[in-house]
Nanobody, 120 residues
Framework: QVQLVESGGGLVQAGGSLTLACVAS????????MGWFRQAPGEEREFVAA??????YYGDSVKGRFTIFRDNAKMRVNLQMNSLKPEDTAVYYC???????????????WGRGTEVTVSS
């Protein structure tokens, strides 16, 4: 069983930056695929970034602006978000699973989310 807890959300002006953190519990964190997804009101959950098998992946809407990095020793995966836009406003979720992909259904473990609001 893995528990994921996100933090770092908040209100930021367009063009600003935020760093989201996800801390995991469990013994096999280094073996998990870890990802970040987001969901805006009335929208479907959207892939943001993932790290698995030593490779990072990004959704098209965040490429060049967001960076995912994980620290297996600290059992943490962070999401650095730069050049934020109002359309980045959403609840951001940390996810983990045995299979890495850009599909939310492939991730077994989910945090409760942290809210990010970008004002124009």
């Amino acid at each position: 069983q893995v528990q994921l807890v996100e933090s770092g959300g908040g209100l930021v002006q367009a063009g600003g930056s935020l760093t989201l953190a996800c801390v995991a519990s469990g013994r096999t964190f280094s073996r998990y695929a870890m990802g970040w997804f987001r969901q805006a009101p009335g929208e479907e959950r959207e892939f943001v970034a993932a790290n698995y098998d030593g490779v990072t992946y990004y959704g098209d809407s965040v490429k060049g602006r967001f960076t995912i990095f994980r620290d297996n020793a600290k059992m943490r995966v962070n999401l650095q978000m730069n050049s934020l836009k109002p359309e980045d406003t959403a609840v951001y979720y940390c996810a983990g699973g045995w299979v890495g992909s850009n599909r939310s259904q492939d991730y077994r473990y989910w945090g409760r989310g942290t809210e990010v609001t970008v004002s124009s």
